[in-house]
């Protein structure tokens, strides 16, 4: 049986602000979505009873989850701390593990973390960046400058987001500020 045809369509991408248009989908995310995260336990309470702060925002224009379609999205990454630790997204495991993701960074930025079993990437990106993520690496972008980090990815419609790990194991590395200079740090935790 022959597939269904989609019509072509484009999107129009405001490279400052990161909207795209139309988008179907968009998330934000607050710091009470990502509760357990960020390392200082105290400093997010305090800021989840000051204002609950936007991390992130998410558009998205969906097409069908279906093999062989792709997913174009726009992140935007504000600026700020949780006690040191850069604001950063969630980060996520794809669910079709096999699955490679492309980023663009268009403006701001600062690191791209990626890991797998025990392995650990780090990648610094700014605008222009073409960002690689390999079929079966975790990935977390974190924001160490001043303005917002707005990046564009594209990925299989059937890879799916897989939360879960993140949320229990977190990633091997943090990064935080350090004399105003984003710093890695491991959360190995050490044999006593
Ligand atoms: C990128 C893509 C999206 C992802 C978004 C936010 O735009 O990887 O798939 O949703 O970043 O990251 P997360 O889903 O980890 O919160
Ligand atoms: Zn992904």
């Known amino acids: 049986m022959k597939p269904t045809l989609m019509d072509p ?10 909207q ?7 998330v ?12 200082d336990a105290v400093a ?9 702060p936007l991390i992130y925002e998410v558009f998205q224009y969906d097409v069908p989850n279906d093999n062989g379609q792709l997913l174009v999205c726009t992140t935007v990454l504000y600026p700020g701390q949780v006690g040191n630790e850069y604001y950063m997204t969630k980060g996520h495991y794809h669910v079709k593990a096999d699955a490679a993701e492309v980023y663009l960074v268009l403006s701001g930025c600062g690191k791209l973390l990626m890991q ?9 990106i700014g605008p222009g960046t073409v960002a690689y993520v390999p ?5 977390r972008t974190v924001n ?6 707005v990046f564009l990815a594209v ?13 229990r194991d977190g990633f091997l590395q943090r990064v935080v500020a350090h004399a105003g200079e984003p710093r890695l740090i491991s959360t190995h935790k050490q044999a006593s």
């Open 44 to 52: 997010e309470q305090t800021l989840l009873e000051q204002d609950d």
């Open 135 to 139: 079929p079966y690496w975790a990935h």
């Open 28 to 39: 934000q995310r607050r710091l009470s979505h990502m509760r357990g995260m960020y390392g």
């Open 9 to 18: 369509f484009s999107l129009t991408l405001d490279i400052t602000s990161g």
């Open 20 to 26: 795209l248009k139309p988008a179907t989908s968009h």
């Open 155 to 167: 990925y299989p419609a059937d890879a799916g987001h897989d939360y879960g790990r993140i949320e």
């Open 144 to 149: 160490t400058g001043r303005t917002p980090c």
């Open 116 to 124: 797998v079993d025990d392995r650990f990437s780090v990648l610094d």
